[in-house]
């Protein structure tokens, strides 16, 4: 069964770009959660997407969106990027949704690198 | 709020020794809770879990278990190896209104030494 599947590995960008990363969740997963990993802040749960809909949503400004397609394939997107954006970016997908057996299998993750 | 405490690392070890690494948590309600290892360059892996108070979670010579007594979920190993060197990130789940969401503590990171 093959895992969480993001891509690119890595990016580099230039301030003030915008920036599309992609997550392909497990087979039959249909919770995909974003993450954000900087040294600094360490983990921060950006977004959780469910059957196509934004359920829940961590305190990072509008510059960061995502959408969550039929499949489950998500994206995430950030606009106008900023140094501060440079991080490694981790994407979740889960099978049991809400279930107290919930189990999150994370990706290697894209890191982007603002310059 | 909800939160995760993990000892500061670094933790340095020798090859084969005792390996505890702390962890305490803040949250309402009765959250599960996660250890995940990361390896360099790597994403997360699920090292072990436990749902509900008093479970043990144990996978590859780890355990670790659920007081809710002292609100911690510290991890141990009895042996550590070299290929054991990673960072270990303590985590506990979230779940309302059907979402969730994982909080994770800073991560421990863990070095053994042959």
């Known amino acids: 069964k093959a895992g969480v599947t993001q891509t690119p590995r890595y990016l580099i960008k230039t301030r003030g770009q915008q920036v599309t990363l992609s997550c392909s969740p497990i087979?039959?997963?249909?919770?995909v959660s974003w993450y954000q990993q900087t040294p600094g802040q360490g983990l921060q749960f950006l977004f959780e997407?469910?059957?196509?809909?934004?359920?829940n949503k961590g305190n990072f400004p509008g510059r960061f969106s995502g959408r969550q397609f039929s499949n489950s394939r998500s994206e995430m997107n950030v606009s106008t990027l900023e140094l501060g954006d440079s991080a490694l970016y981790l994407c979740?997908?889960?099978?049991?949704?809400?279930?107290?057996?919930?189990?999150?299998?994370f990706g290697q993750g894209t890191r982007l690198t603002v310059v | 709020g909800n939160s995760v405490t993990q000892m500061e690392g670094p933790v340095t070890l020798s090859e084969e020794a005792f390996l505890t690494i702390n962890c305490t948590y803040t949250?309402?309600?009765?959250?599960?809770l996660f250890w995940y290892v990361q390896y360099p360059g790597e994403g997360l892996q699920l090292l072990l879990k436990?749902?509900?108070?008093?479970d043990k979670g144990s996978n590859k010579g780890f355990e670790a278990t659920y007081r809710k007594e002292t609100t911690s979920f510290h991890l141990e190993k009895g042996s550590v190896q070299v290929s054991d060197s990673a960072v270990y990130f303590c985590?506990?789940?979230?779940?309302?209104?059907?979402?969730?969401?994982?909080?994770f503590g800073a991560g421990t990171r863990l070095a053994v030494h042959p």
């Open positions: 949250a309402t309600g009765y959250p599960s």
């Open positions: 985590a506990l789940l979230l779940r309302s209104g059907g979402y969730n969401k994982l909080i």
């Open positions: 997407y469910f059957s196509e809909t934004q359920r």
């Open positions: 087979s039959g997963h249909r919770s």
């Open positions: 436990a749902t509900k108070a008093d």
């Open positions: 979740a997908s889960s099978f049991n949704a809400g279930g107290p057996t919930t189990e999150a299998f």
